[in-house]
Structures are given as C-alpha cells and as structure tokens.
C-alpha cells in the first residue's frame, strides 16, 4: 500500500471515530495541521519501556506522526532543557518530567495548552496552566507470595518486628518526586512516627524501584512498597508477587507535560498531548502500563484498587516544596541512609 493510501485510510478511520472520544483529540483542523508537520520530538524523564508503549499507542491513532523521543533521567534532562533553551536551540516540541516543582522553575519555556477535557481533571494535580498531568503514578505493597505466609494488610503493618531484619525493601526517600510523596504520605496519613517505627524494622534501602522490584521477585527482600507501575509488568509475565492497595490511601504523583513555546511541530505536539490526556490515552496507560490518572473520573482502574474502600491521597503541593528539603534530612538520619 502507498503513502497516500495509508494516509487515505488513517483519515477515514478518524471520521469513524465515535464523537466523544474524537473531541477529545481535538478538532478535523488541528488533526489535518498535525497530519502536515508529520512529526513531534518528545523529551521525558520516563523509562523507554513506559513511553515507546504510549508512542505506538499513539501511532495506531494517528500513524502520520512520527514520535522522536528522547530520554533522560530527572536532573538530566532538566539541565539538558536549560542549556539547549539558553542557547536559543530547545529542540522538544513536547517535555514530560515527575517533578512538577522542577518543571515550575522553566514554566518560562512553555506555550499556553490545556487539552480538551481540561475540565474532567483533578485541579489539585496540576501546579501551572501550561503543565498537565499526562501520566499519574500510584503507590502500592508488594511481597513476594512464595515467601510470605502471613502477608501485611497496611500500610502500619510494615512497621511490625514480624517483618524485620531487612525483610523489607524500601526505596530511598531523596530517590525522586515519587518517594518524596510517599515518605510524605507515610508520616502526614499513616503516622507521625512511621519513619522511625519502619526504620526499627531495619528495611534494606534501594535506590529506585526497579532493583526493589527485582529483588523482590528474586527474593532478596520479601515485602516492599512500590509504585504500581513499576511491579506491573512482572505481575503480568507470571512472577511470584501479590500487589494490594492499603485501606489507609494509595499515594500519587502526577508528572507534568507541556508543550515548548519554541516548538516546530506545535500542532503534532498539541495532537499528541490531547491524545495522551483522553479518556483512551489514559485507559491505555492505566491497562498496558499499571497507572493510575487524574481525572476525576477513572475510565477503569488497576486490578485490586477500589475506589470504595481506598482513597487517593494527592500531596498538598506548597507543602511538597516547602517540607522537601528539613523532612528528608530527618528521614536520611532516621533510616541511617547518606547520599
């Protein structure tokens, strides 16, 4: 099949789109302007197993745009930002990142954008007009079930001696805006003592989710809170754990996405983002990827999370910044961790 005609059919399958869910992409001009500049270059901070899922997605949607992505890890990419913008050579069309306070300090670079279901969003996930909560991760406990025989129901069950002995596997709280959420959850919900309570327990400290996760499985550490997202794909390819959501709340953090006021494929950009933040944007990333969202109505949640019995707990976002650098001095002394 030619170009012409697979771009022949991509447009036709867009008029059979139901309407709901077109509008939410945006309107026949923006989709044909897109269609025109055929290409967005993406920045995140997001692992390439998490983003080249939403890419394809993406491009089963619209199959005339093509997607370069670019990633690196927080800090990095936000240097990385601000040397190409001081230089006048910024070249993201579309910049995603889990800080939201970092992502605050360079609001300068980016064009006004709200998608077209703006209004279905919790407003308490957003920190600025112009960033959106593209992708929302969710905390949750995890334990290995061919270890565990008598598995926590808590959050304040992981403080018990039963679990100590480096039984546990815990993220470092200076790890990122995630951990920084969840250590914020732990001691403003669960308890005003929980670091010192857990850290009696003598958890084994990791550096991110992803070696938690994969001593987790191997067994190295038999419990361990971790961001739904991140034991998502090995609860899918079989492996020994079990993952619930506590009846105290599931912590979240929602990253935040803009478009660059220098982008070349601003239309492309504006497509891609729309999509990303539509009820199917969502639905995928929540069905292929274990997130959560922050619209105020899920189109469907994770296996095991019910929004009856366990309550979203999103950080007051002027405490996240202010609290950020005192309390996690006390919980790198509290858990004997330096950086």
Same mark, same amino acid.
């Given at each position: 099949?030619?170009?012409?005609?697979?771009?022949?059919?991509?447009?036709?399958?867009? %008029?059979?789109?139901? $309407?709901? $869910?077109?509008?939410?992409?945006? @309107?026949?001009?923006?989709?044909?302007?897109?269609?025109?500049?055929?290409?967005?270059?993406? #920045?995140?901070?997001?692992? %390439?197993?998490?983003?080249?899922?939403?890419?394809?997605?993406?491009?089963?949607?619209?199959?005339?745009?093509?997607? /370069?992505?670019?990633?690196?890890?927080?800090?990095?990419?936000?240097?990385?930002?601000?040397?190409?913008?001081?230089?006048?050579?910024?070249?993201?069309?579309?910049?995603?990142?889990?800080?939201?306070?970092?992502?605050?300090?360079?609001?300068?670079?980016?064009?006004? #954008?709200?998608?077209?279901?703006?209004?279905?969003?919790?407003?308490?996930?957003?920190?600025?007009?112009?960033?959106?909560?593209?992708?929302?991760?969710?905390?949750?406990?995890?334990?290995?079930?061919?270890?565990?025989?008598?598995? @926590?129901?808590?959050?304040?069950?992981?403080?018990?001696?039963?679990?100590?002995?480096?039984?546990?596997?815990?993220?470092?709280?200076?790890?990122?805006?995630?951990?920084?959420?969840?250590?914020?959850?732990?001691?403003?919900?669960?308890?005003?003592?929980?670091?010192?309570?857990?850290?009696?327990?003598?958890?084994?400290?990791?550096?991110?989710?992803?070696?938690?996760?994969?001593?987790?499985?191997?067994?190295?550490?038999?419990?361990?809170?971790?961001?739904?997202?991140?034991?998502?794909?090995?609860?899918?390819?079989? $492996?020994?754990?079990?993952?619930?959501? $506590?009846? /105290?709340?599931?912590?979240?953090? @929602?990253?935040?996405?803009?478009?660059?006021?220098?982008?070349?494929?601003?239309?492309?950009?504006?497509?891609?983002?729309?999509?990303?933040?539509?009820? /199917?944007?969502?639905?995928?990333?929540?069905?292929?990827?274990?997130?959560?969202?922050?619209?105020?109505?899920?189109?469907?949640?994770?296996?095991?999370?019910?929004?009856?019995?366990?309550?979203?707990?999103?950080?007051?976002?002027?405490?996240?910044?202010?609290?950020?650098?005192?309390?996690?001095?006390?919980?790198?002394?509290?858990?004997?961790?330096?950086?």
């Amino acid at each position: 099949m030619g170009t012409a005609s697979k771009l022949t059919l991509a447009v036709l399958s867009l %008029a059979t789109l139901a $309407a709901p $869910a077109a509008a939410q992409f945006g @309107p026949p001009e923006l989709i044909e302007a897109a269609r025109r500049e055929g290409k967005l270059v993406f #920045y995140s901070a997001q692992v %390439a197993e998490s983003e080249l899922p939403v890419i394809n997605a993406f491009n089963k949607r619209f199959p005339f745009i093509k997607v /370069e992505f670019l990633r690196a890890p927080g800090n990095q990419l936000i240097q990385r930002v601000k040397t190409e913008a001081a230089a006048g050579k910024l070249l993201a069309d579309v910049i995603d990142h889990s800080d939201r306070s970092l992502m605050l300090e360079i609001e300068n670079l980016f064009q006004d #954008y709200k998608p077209p279901n703006a209004d279905d969003y919790i407003p308490e996930t957003r920190v600025s007009d112009k960033l959106w909560p593209r992708s929302t991760s969710v905390w949750a406990i995890a334990y290995n079930s061919e270890l565990v025989k008598n598995p @926590p129901k808590t959050w304040m069950d992981l403080t018990k001696p039963e679990y100590g002995n480096k039984q546990i596997g815990q993220v470092v709280a200076p790890s990122g805006g995630t951990t920084w959420t969840r250590a914020m959850f732990e001691r403003q919900v669960v308890d005003p003592d929980y670091w010192k309570k857990q850290a009696a327990t003598t958890p084994l400290l990791f550096p991110s989710n992803a070696p938690t996760s994969d001593a987790l499985v191997r067994g190295e550490v038999v419990i361990a809170p971790l961001l739904y997202n991140a034991i998502f794909p090995k609860l899918r390819d079989g $492996a020994p754990v079990k993952v619930f959501f $506590a009846p /105290e709340g599931a912590p979240i953090t @929602p990253f935040s996405a803009g478009i660059t006021k220098t982008a070349a494929n601003p239309n492309a950009a504006k497509l891609f983002l729309n999509w990303c933040m539509s009820e /199917e944007g969502q639905a995928m990333m929540i069905r292929e990827l274990g997130y959560l969202t922050s619209l105020k109505k899920a189109p469907l949640y994770p296996e095991g999370f019910d929004p009856a019995k366990v309550k979203v707990w999103i950080p007051n976002y002027e405490q996240f910044v202010k609290l950020q650098r005192e309390w996690l001095e006390e919980w790198n002394k509290t858990y004997g961790y330096r950086q």
